[in-house]
T-cell receptor, first 110, second 115 residues
Framework: GQQVMQIPQYQHVQEGEDFTTYCNSS?????IQWYKQRPGGHPVFLIQ?????EVKKQKRLTFQFGEAKKNSSLHITATQTTDVGTYFC??????????FGSGTKLNVKP | DVKVTQSSRYLVKRTGEKVFLECVQD?????MFWYRQDPGLGLRLIYF???????EKGDIPEGYSVSREKKERFSLILESASTNQTSMYLC??????????????FGDGTRLSIL
């Protein structure tokens, strides 16, 4: 069945370093959403990408959707301790079912 | 702001018990979801509902059922709880607008332990 693979599972960076997490699907996605879950919290929506090749930015965060709509990435420039948490992608198939990636847990050392 | 409320933050039950997890949303959302979250596995969809009395199986429906009698409430039922159902359960809701699924809003989760 459809699934979304997300890598890496963990990432430890020094504050100020960059961070990237990747999601890949074997089949075309209708759209992809990104969520952040702080330790002890629940997932919070960050952004949705719909168009092929779409790139969106939120301050230090850059989100990309691949040309074939099968992969996506989230890049954080110059990480801060407030970026700590688990980042999930969620791919939508056939406009009716979401599959979440397994998440990338980011730890930022001050 | 959207509010998704789950009835319990922590719950401890015994093997074989019938367990009810309740979720209420206050934004008139059409879609509601139940996930379980386990370390290294992310969020796995158990069931979702796109309208009252409508339900669809997700990835891992075995051992679970759901009920949506009112638009604002979506219940997850463990028919006969087993220890492998010990997990964090997350409820979410979203708007369905113009043929497109909108962002999901999550509750705080219920950490369920089956002894």
């Amino acid at each position: 069945g459809q699934q979304v693979m997300q890598i890496p599972q963990y990432q430890h960076v020094q504050e100020g370093e960059d961070f990237t997490t990747y999601c890949n699907s074997s089949t075309t996605l209708s759209n992809i959403q990104w969520y952040k879950q702080r330790p002890g919290g629940h997932p919070v929506f960050l952004i949705q990408l719909v168009k092929s090749g779409e790139v969106k930015k939120q301050k230090r965060l850059t989100f990309q959707f691949g040309e074939a709509k099968k992969n996506s990435s989230l890049h954080i420039t110059a990480t801060q301790t407030t970026d700590v948490g688990t980042y999930f992608c969620a791919g939508l198939y056939n406009f009716n079912k979401f599959y979440f990636g397994s998440g990338t847990k980011l730890n930022v050392k001050p | 702001d959207v509010k998704v409320t789950q009835s319990s933050r922590y719950l401890v039950k015994r093997t074989g018990e019938k367990v009810f997890l309740e979720c209420v949303q206050d934004m008139d959302h059409e879609n509601m979801f139940w996930y379980r979250q386990d370390p290294g596995l992310g969020l796995r969809l158990i069931y979702f509902s796109y309208d009252v009395k409508m339900k669809e199986k997700g990835d891992i429906p075995e051992g679970y059922s759901v009920s949506r009698e009112k638009k604002e409430r979506f219940s997850l039922i463990l028919e006969s709880a087993s220890t492998n159902q010990t997990s964090m359960y997350l409820c979410a809701s979203s708007l369905y607008l113009g043929g497109s699924n909108q962002p999901q809003h999550f509750g705080d989760g219920t950490r369920l332990s089956i002894l």
